[in-house]
């Protein structure tokens, strides 16, 4: 006669809702200032000299930052501007003022700041003053960026700073500002704590790591965040300094949460702050519960853990009957094993109960001492 050993200790698995797992959206931050790299045009009236014009939001040198609303023109973005005339062998200061196209995607977001998407012979009207040589012009730009690349070119005519009864073409290479990729994020009840790891598209030396915490609203707390001051790191390992800005989720894109990032100094290697103004979109297609609202902004889902299941062994002329009684719709795990003292348990059979017993046949063991477990989860 065999000796069966049954071992009653019952045991289970559960998740707390403050154990709530970590999850991953999809983020993309991109800058509200393009870079502008130099323009240098060669005038065919005055023995081909050259003309550069440079971009900068600095006090004193070159960032290539057309940034908005910087000198409170009438148009989307300016900067200083810096034009030097060979055939002057001067360089003139004074600032130029220049729509961005601002044609919204499906997404709700301007096409122009999203890399995937692209920007044919768009047009936007601008201005460029030079005190120093009393001049004052307005310009048609046209502007274009192939889908997929951060960089495109933005072309305009004007008079020559020389003879202004002819005109001069200037086109300036730009990029846009944009860094992609994970951001890992545990939900909370009122909070949700988040991390990005960001790189920058176009250029994978381009980094961007560090925490971010959002606050829910009171008032409103599936749709609306506002994130707490912090810090990231660059691939310099410089630090950016963001500070607090409400987040929201867009009605016509219910998968995704956007809102500014208000860097203190986005280029810490110039000596001003510049490149400030950024934008951060998180599109997180997690759905535990299938109710439409993400994860990211939804309340966590509360999980009881499992009535402990009382187990009972009886035996059968070729096969063991083992009885558990439990929670219907839990996942039990069987487990044996051949001696207590050891502690390496091996799951046998997984099965999802469906009646309160469940009845499991199980095989009869050899010779040797079995002892059984269930773990509800």
Not at 44 to 65: A, C, H, R, W
Not at 148 to 159: A, E, K, L
Not at 180 to 201: D, F, M, R
């Amino acid at each position: 006669m065999k000796t069966l050993f049954l071992s009653f200790t019952a045991g289970w698995i559960f998740i707390s809702t403050a154990a709530h797992g970590a999850e991953t959206a999809q983020a993309r931050l991109y800058c509200e200032s393009p870079q502008f790299q130099q323009a240098t045009a060669s005038d065919p009236y005055d023995g081909g000299f050259q003309t550069t014009v440079n971009l900068t939001t600095l006090s004193s040198g070159i960032n290539g930052e057309f940034a908005p609303g910087f000198l409170n023109a009438p148009y989307t973005h300016s900067a200083y501007v810096q034009v030097y005339s060979e055939i002057y062998d001067d360089t003139f200061s004074g600032d130029m003022g220049l729509d961005v196209p601002t044609a919204a995607g499906d997404d709700g977001f301007p096409i122009f700041f999203e890399v995937a998407q692209g920007v044919t012979n768009w047009t936007s009207s601008g201005e460029i003053q030079i005190p120093g040589l009393d001049y004052d012009a307005t310009f048609t730009a046209t502007w274009n960026r192939a889908a997929g690349s951060s960089t495109g070119t933005c072309t305009y005519q004007v008079p020559d700073p020389a003879y202004a009864v002819y005109t001069i073409q200037f086109t300036h290479t730009f990029t846009i500002l944009e860094y992609a990729g994970p951001l890992a994020y545990t939900p909370g009840s009122n909070t949700v704590s988040a991390s990005i790891n960001l790189t920058q598209t176009g250029d994978s030396s381009g980094t961007l790591q560090g925490p971010i915490v959002f606050d829910k609203s009171v008032a409103d707390h599936f749709n609306t965040l506002t994130n707490r001051p912090g810090i990231w790191t660059n691939a310099a390992m410089q630090t950016l300094d963001f500070d607090q800005e409400v987040f929201a989720r867009y009605a016509n894109w219910p998968t995704n949460y956007a809102g500014y990032v208000f860097f203190a100094d986005g280029d810490p290697g110039t000596a001003d702050p510049d490149y400030q103004i950024w934008v951060l979109s998180i599109d997180d297609t997690n759905d535990a519960n299938a109710n439409g609202i993400p994860d990211f902004s939804d309340d966590p889902a509360v999980t009881t853990p499992p009535r402990p299941p009382q187990i009972a062994l009886s035996q059968g002329a070729t096969n063991l009957w083992l009885a558990i009684s439990g929670d219907v719709g839990r996942t039990n795990l069987i487990q044996e094993i051949g001696s207590l003292v050891s502690t390496n348990w091996q799951t046998t059979l997984s099965f999802v109960a469906t009646n309160d017993p469940q009845v499991i046949s199980l095989p009869l063991p050899a010779n040797s001492p079995t002892f059984w477990r269930v773990l509800a989860q």
